[in-house]
């Protein structure tokens, strides 16, 4: 199992070029997210998914966009992109629950680290 | 809303020295608790968790109690190791729903031989 990847995991851009960020996980979860991580803040939730073809807002979702039309796959769109876009991106995913409760651990990919000119 | 509040880093030890990074929490439910390791140029790893309060987790060496009456999850350790040194986040996520992971800003710790 390769678990979570990401590609790429370097990226520059400069302001206003587009990208996607592809997530890939070989676990068969269900649910998927996308977090940034910026020096002092921790990570903070852009999108998720939970499931094939479902995708919603996290806190931070603006200026970014997610498909989900495989469920191995979730990719994380940016239109337009912007300086303060500059950041760590990390995909995790996990299985999801029987009853809808309880707790199963989220697995984090390897993280792209981009910049935006 | 629900947050997680950590000790700012750095945390700068000498090998063998005792390790705690002060975590503490606020949720609106009864939240599960982690502990998260970022190794340098890594993704997190899940360290330790507790479910419910009164439970240790440990991991490693490490460990953490769940401490509802004081809402904290401090992270320890008896005697670190320079392979240690990683940032570490203390998280919580409610049991319900897509499970969002809240996480707190990060400790540093730089072990050194």
């Known amino acids: 199992n390769a678990g979570v990847t990401q590609t790429p995991k370097f990226r520059v851009l400069k302001t206003g070029q587009s990208m996607t960020l592809l997530c890939a996980q070989d676990?068969?979860?269900?649910?998927m997210y996308w977090y940034r991580q910026d020096p002092g803040m921790g990570l903070r939730l852009i999108h998720y998914s939970v499931g094939e073809g479902t995708t919603a807002k996290g806190e931070v979702p603006d200026g970014y966009n997610v498909s989900r039309l495989k469920k191995q796959n979730f990719l994380l769109g940016l239109e337009s992109a912007a300086p303060s876009q500059t950041s760590v991106y990390f995909c995790?995913?996990?299985?999801?629950?029987?009853?809808?409760?309880?707790?199963?651990?989220?697995?984090f990919g390897p993280g792209t680290r981009l910049t935006v000119l | 809303g629900d947050s997680v509040t950590q000790m700012e880093g750095p945390v700068t030890l000498s090998e063998e020295a005792f390790l705690t990074i002060n975590c503490t929490y606020t949720a609106t439910g009864y939240p599960s608790l982690f502990w998260y390791v970022q190794y340098p140029g890594e993704g997190l790893q899940l360290l330790l968790k507790?479910?419910?309060?009164?439970d240790k987790g440990s991991n490693k060496g490490f460990e953490a109690t769940y401490r509802k009456e004081t809402t904290s999850f401090h992270l320890e350790k008896g005697s670190v190791q320079v392979s240690d040194s990683a940032v570490y986040f203390c998280a919580l996520t409610l049991n319900t729903g897509f499970q969002k992971l809240v996480f707190g800003t990060g400790t540093r710790l730089l072990v050194s031989p």
């Open positions: 507790a479910t419910k309060a009164d």
């Open positions: 676990m068969n979860h269900e649910y």
């Open positions: 995790a995913s996990r299985q999801g629950l029987a009853g809808g409760r309880g707790y199963n651990e989220q697995f």
